[in-house]
């Protein structure tokens, strides 16, 4: 039976060690050494069964099979929608995934659905080895975004954002009385009364900034309470 020597979430620098035993699975930001399992880069520990993978601190989101994320309309074609979730390329919300009418591609203006700079809710389907990233917008939660703002932060970031099992978000969205999205591309919809906005997003900005240190969720929650 393989070990465990960190935990999800935890920040990981090359050469720590991650796991042992070949039942433990090395991805992203990880590898195996004879038994052991390494950290290859500086980031957040992501463990999802038996795979491991090290996600970076910094730089662009890498889209993955079943992730929930925020985008951005940015052309409409005959037949799809091109999405920026900003991945290396833009995705793509076929008709079939983006709508549960029957269409009419000869006689049905796309715009009607999902127009330029409309912002969605979708989930990753499929990652071609391409580079290929097909989207859907079925399914709970999925939709178009009406009003709020826009905010981001480090994707790798996220799961800080939202906390051990839902605490530092759920804490914010009270806090501040706003609706709160957050895709695991880093994309974040915040929807209330300006004010509450404006606070909302000063507490996203923090944990992007300060995501690595300790105390954060008490210090979030001293910012919130002081109203700033």
Do not use: C
Not at 8 to 34: N, T
Not at 76 to 96: E, Q
């Amino acid at each position: 039976m393989g070990k465990l020597h960190t935990e999800h979430r935890k920040i990981a620098v090359p050469g720590d060690l991650l796991a042992e035993g070949m039942d433990f699975v090395p991805s992203m930001g990880s590898y195996r050494d004879d038994e052991k399992v390494f950290a290859s880069t500086v980031g957040i520990v992501d463990i999802r069964g038996r795979v491991i993978k090290v996600i970076p601190l910094n730089g662009r989101y890498m889209p993955m099979k079943n992730d929930v994320v925020i985008g951005k309309i940015k052309d409409i074609a005959y037949n799809h929608w091109s999405v920026d979730i900003g991945g290396p390329t833009d995705a793509n919300l076929s008709v079939s995934e983006g709508v549960s009418d029957y269409v009419d591609l000869a006689r049905t203006d796309l715009s009607r659905y999902y127009n330029f700079d409309d912002y969605i809710v979708a989930k990753i389907l499929r990652v071609g080895s391409d580079g290929f990233v097909q989207l859907t917008t079925k399914g709970p939660g999925l939709k178009k975004l009406r009003g709020g703002k826009l905010t981001e932060m480090v994707s790798s970031k996220v799961p800080r954002a939202i906390g051990k099992s839902g605490s530092m978000i759920t804490m914010i969205k009270d806090m501040t009385n706003t609706e709160i999205i957050i895709g695991e591309n880093g994309w974040i919809w915040i929807n209330g009364k300006p004010e509450d906005e404006l606070r909302a997003t000063l507490a996203i900005t923090k944990i992007n900034e300060e995501s690595h240190t300790a105390g954060l969720t008490k210090r979030i929650e001293e910012m919130l309470k002081k109203g700033v």
